[in-house]
């Protein structure tokens, strides 16, 4: 890896230092973050890397540039891209009915009545479920760790011979997965809100339908060789379980405590459920590549993943009347702050900087995992940031925010 000179880039080398400091003092000295590792890019080249804190608890042994990172959601965006590359063969289109590809959903109604150990009662949807649904979360469908509504408790409850409909390592495969779905109601009509959920779940779903590739085998072949992000994956193989970070969850007064941990973690081995919306483990310099190739309009190195005007369709604003999350959302969960921000295919968009209240260009795209990963790229000012740390829940420190204007305020 080569760091190249911050000032060639337009960037201030002695504001950019203030970062690592900054992570230093306010997240590991204070034990609020076990580790802590930021890559910035301008003009496609590494003006600052840093990494601080240990992989794993008890050992000496720093993270560094080949350490793996469970990157959570941060896994959406490359199932939305993989959606896209079967769109540009004319396999499938953003409008087409979900249902038209899984059967499952033929029949789901709307949330009218019901739960908490009633029958549910439905409502027939106003619109049909559509691709374009899947990409933006206005499915109406949620997810079970909202705890907020009848329908999410029926995620977390739901009993069958494969378990819950979010046991990611039960005995579910994708096919069980999309079955169970099927099976109950959506919160409201698609299009009508935007509530983040399971979407990109089944969008891989979909992937796995139309290509005729297992997931894991389509996003090897097809996305992660061409653009040689040679670690990204759905489990860590043996030969590099040695660098997979330890994991935490904060609990509340106990503080943050072990939530998986790197040399017995359950991504050692491989998941029944390939989870499109969140099971990729990832280094920061693979997911660089990546955004690498978003911000040159879909190609990178010679290799051509999708066309540069269905990245420029990706990173448009697609909420119904060009709303924004601030008016949609009905989630108690996101990767993002609401006010000036729209979504795209599969990315967060920033629509108003002045409302958003952070630095940052119209058109920056963005998102992030539950332990508190992050990413975003700016095609305006040609410049992107990947962090990996690993404490879920993402929500619980104002670091991505914090991140940005570091940034944003080193620019020459």
């Known amino acids: 890896m080569q760091i190249k000179s911050p000032e060639k880039h337009g960037l201030d080398a002695a504001r950019l230092s203030r970062i690592d400091g900054f992570l230093k003092e306010r997240y590991l000295d204070t034990g609020r973050l ?18 601080q804190g240990a992989a794993r608890e008890g050992s000496d042994k720093g993270i560094d540039e080949g350490s793996i990172f469970r990157i959570a959601s941060m896994t959406k965006p490359i199932t939305s891209i993989a959606f896209m590359m079967l769109v540009e063969e004319g396999k499938v289109a953003v409008d087409t009915p979900v249902a038209d590809i899984l059967p499952e959903f033929r029949n789901v109604g709307v949330y009218n009545g019901g739960g908490a150990g009633l029958p549910f009662m439905t409502r027939a949807p106003a619109e049909p479920m559509r691709m374009l649904d899947l990409l933006r ?26 378990g819950p409909v979010e046991n990611w390592y039960g005995e579910a495969d994708l096919d069980q997965f999309i079955d169970e779905l099927g099976q109950l109601p959506l919160e409201f ?33 097809k996305i992660f060789a061409p653009l040689k992000m040679n670690d990204t994956a759905f489990m860590v193989p043996a030969d590099k379980a040695d660098r997979l970070t330890d994991c935490y969850m904060f609990a509340g007064p106990a503080g943050r405590v072990m939530y ?13 459920l390939l989870s499109g919306g969140g099971g990729l483990v990832s280094t920061a310099l693979d997911y660089h590549r990546f955004c690498m190739m978003l911000g040159n309009g879909g190609e990178l190195d010679g290799a051509r993943i999708v066309g540069r005007k269905t990245i420029a369709l990706m990173t448009m ?3 119904p009347n060009r709303s924004d999350l601030s008016t949609m959302s009905q989630s108690l969960f996101s990767e993002t702050q609401n006010g000036g921000v729209g979504f795209g295919l599969g990315f967060a968009v920033t629509q108003d900087v002045a409302r958003a209240m952070i630095p940052g260009s119209p058109g920056e795209f963005y998102w992030g995992g539950m332990f508190t990963t992050a990413f975003f790229v700016d095609p305006v000012e040609k410049l992107h940031m990947v962090f990996m740390t690993q404490l879920s829940p993402s929500m619980l420190y104002p670091i991505r925010r914090e991140l940005k204007t570091l940034i944003y305020s080193a620019l020459t």
Do not use: C
Not at 266 to 272: A, V
């Open 34 to 51: 076990p580790h802590a590792q930021i890559l910035i890019s301008r003009d496609n080249e590494i003006v600052h890397f840093s990494s």
């Open 137 to 162: 979360h206005t499915s109406g469908l949620t997810y079970g760790f909202q705890y907020r509504s009848n329908i999410d408790a029926a995620y977390r409850t739901q009993k069958s011979n494969a």
């Open 189 to 221: 009509s698609p299009g009508q809100a935007w509530n983040y959920s399971v979407s990109t779940d089944v969008l891989g779903a979909v992937v796995q339908r139309v290509s005729g590739m297992r997931l894991d085998r389509f996003f090897a072949e």
């Open 260 to 272: 998986d941990r790197g040399e017995n973690s359950m991504y050692l081995q491989s998941p029944k």
């Open 317 to 319: 604003n697609h909420l």
